[in-house]
């Protein structure tokens, strides 16, 4: 079973670090960005890969932690032209958007699909016991449903913890 | 007619889906919708009419990730 992560950041890089630790053997990591300084308080990236491919240090990052992991790699920015055929080989696909019309996009494009969908909505702010969970149709959607991060600051335990819960949610489902 | 709409009954004045968007006062760009289990796409919303006892959810996205 292949994972496809689309966004490689806040989200992205913390569901892969997951599912490298628990053994996950297959995922496809897209993003097309380059690791910045400000990423490094909670994005899974190291000071000496600032300026380099997120996809590429992912995949340092990943196989220090689980070498057998199979990456498959696109170093590309995902659009609603391409976003169907990139994700077409993945049974599950985490997204990992900034900006909440790429979010709305993914899942509606891949909405009709057979794909499950493991979405983040509301990743700022210090409040913790506000992440909550949310199906829709083939879709669960991880967060607080209201912190916009361009309204309120992030806080890195928060990302990590969005993060943690949507890997629980793609290892609960690919036990099904 | 009465609508169940994320969670709730309401009373929905809209016709139509996108009227339902608006009258919420959602911005359609970051909006999902979700029509009795199914997602419902954007250029969809003007040909889906709402019927009384719809299951209606409007997921409106944040940033971040």
């Given amino acids: 079973m292949k994972i496809g992560i689309a966004g490689i950041g806040g989200i992205g890089s913390n569901v892969a670090r997951h599912l490298a630790q628990a053994k996950v053997s297959l995922v496809k990591i897209v993003d097309f960005d380059c690791v910045e300084t400000a990423n490094l308080n909670r994005q899974f990236y190291r000071t000496d890969q600032v300026g380099c491919k997120k996809t590429i240090s992912l995949e340092t990052n990943l196989h220090a932690i689980y070498p057998k992991m199979v990456i498959e790699m696109k170093d590309k920015k995902i659009t609603p032209e391409n976003v169907v055929s990139i994700f077409q080989d993945c049974s599950m696909v985490v997204e990992g958007f900034d900006h909440p019309h790429l979010k709305k996009m993914l899942m509606e494009k891949l909405a009709g699909t057979d794909k499950k969908i493991v979405s983040a909505s509301g990743i700022a702010g210090r409040d913790l016991d506000t992440v909550k969970i949310k199906k829709l149709a083939n879709c669960h959607i991880v967060g607080d449903f209201s912190s916009d991060q361009d309204k309120h600051a992030l806080f890195p335990p928060k990302v990590a913890l969005v993060a943690a819960v949507m890997a629980g949610i793609v290892l609960h489902q690919m036990e099904k | ?65």
């Fill in chain 2, 1 to 65: 007619m009465k609508i169940r709409l994320n969670g709730r009954t309401i009373e929905c004045r809209s016709s139509r889906l996108t009227g339902l968007v608006r009258e919420m006062g959602l911005a359609p760009s970051s909006v999902v919708a979700e029509v009795n289990l199914e997602v419902v796409t954007q250029e969809k919303w003007e040909s889906t009419w709402i019927k009384d006892g719809d299951e209606i959810e409007l997921l409106s996205f944040v940033g971040g990730g």
